[in-house]
């Protein structure tokens, strides 16, 4: 089994967790796959077989952030909801063995991805 991908979403503008933002976590070779959709939990991570390493393997990745949907169930004015939609973030596992945490933190006008710990 793989170390693993955490997923973590924070509304930064409100300092809230991103409860109910819906991801995607695929793999993308050999060929795009889907291994993980769902949304996040109250405390703004994504509970799913993933994080304990399930279906992980070397290779690229892609989470998808549907932060735009978000913001508007979370009831932002609608013209603070124009500008962000689904935002792709794409990386590398290369050690099965390492956990990889990534953090996403955002507001509704840019968002900042990273590498956590």
């Not at 793989?2 to 993308?28: K, N, P, Q, T």
Request: glycine share 12%; net charge negative; aromatic share 10%.
């Amino acid at each position: 089994m793989a170390g693993g991908i955490s997923i973590h979403g924070v509304d930064v503008a409100r300092g809230i967790a991103a409860e109910g933002l819906r991801v995607e976590l695929y793999a993308l070779t050999p060929d795009r796959r889907l291994l993980a959709d769902g949304r996040l939990g109250a405390n703004g991570q994504l509970d799913h077989p993933t994080v304990r390493g399930e279906g992980v393997e070397t290779g690229p990745h892609e989470v998808l952030f549907y932060v735009g949907d978000w913001l508007c169930a979370a009831g932002y004015p609608e013209e603070q909801t124009r500008f962000l939609d689904i935002m792709p973030f794409r990386f590398k596992v290369t050690d099965l063995d390492r956990h990889l945490h990534l953090p996403f933190k955002f507001t509704p006008f840019g968002v900042s991805l990273f590498l956590g710990v």
